[in-house]
């Protein structure tokens, strides 16, 4: 069946450096991708998403490359800021007809060290 | 910026009652969702609503559950009969003509 799992639980990265946060997924057939952070007592804030048609997507200090043929996701944040610590999910947009359920990883915890 | 609300932000219950979660959408939305979240795990989805009525729902969504969109502007989740194991957080989401599903601050579920 579909999932979405999450290579590591937590990450603790400097304050000023660069994070990787990876994801893999089973089912080859999905085209759109998300990743969702989390803070504390919050609901998942949209980050950035891709399509299958793509390998690499960039926004504002952060960055989603998509690898196909390992099934394979991640993102990476450039120069983390204090504010960037949370809970970092990937996502799958299934379903049907557009209705597009979301199927969530595990989650990843990141802490930014001063 | 518009955002999805939740009401209230902590229902505390006994087990066996009956819970309405309410959501108040993005208000030129048409898609609306329920997530649940249990303490230290992921996100699961429990139903996606279009058009007045279930487009797909999980196999959490038992009879149990139910959803309405009484009016314009709300989208319930109520819980029949809670029992323990339903103790979570319920978020609910809204999406647009795009695909970006917007998450509201969710509900606090606790049954004792």
């Known amino acids: 069946g579909e999932s979405v799992g999450l290579h590591l639980p937590t990450l603790s990265v400097q304050e000023g450096d660069n994070s990787i946060i990876n994801c893999a997924y089973s089912n080859s057939a999905s085209d759109y991708f998300i990743w969702y952070k989390q803070e504390s007592g919050k609901g998942p804030q949209f980050i950035i998403d891709?399509?299958?048609?793509?390998d690499k997507r960039q926004g504002q200090r952060v960055t989603v490359l998509l690898n196909k043929t390992v099934k394979h996701l991640s993102l990476q944040i450039a120069a983390t800021q204090p504010g960037d610590s949370a809970v970092y999910f990937c996502a799958e947009n299934g379903g049907f007809l557009g209705a597009q359920k979301l199927v969530f990883g595990q989650g990843t915890r990141l802490t930014i060290n001063p | 910026e518009p955002e999805v609300t939740q009401t209230p932000s902590h229902q505390v219950t006994q087990m066996g009652q009956e819970v309405i979660l309410r959501c108040v959408p993005i208000s030129n939305h048409l898609y609306f969702y329920w997530y649940r979240q249990i303490l230290g795990q992921k996100v699961e989805f429990l139903v996606s609503?279009?058009?007045?009525?279930?487009?797909?729902k999980s196999e959490i969504f038992d009879d149990q559950f139910s959803v309405e969109r009484p009016d314009g502007s709300n989208f319930t989740l109520k819980i029949r009969s809670t029992k323990l194991e339903d103790s979570a957080m319920y978020f609910c989401?809204?999406?647009?003509?795009?695909?970006?599903?917007?998450f509201g601050p969710g509900t606090r579920l606790t049954v004792l």
């Open positions: 989401a809204s999406r647009g003509a795009g695909n970006e599903q917007f």
């Open positions: 891709i399509r299958s048609n793509m």
């Open positions: 609503f279009y058009n007045n009525e279930i487009s797909e």
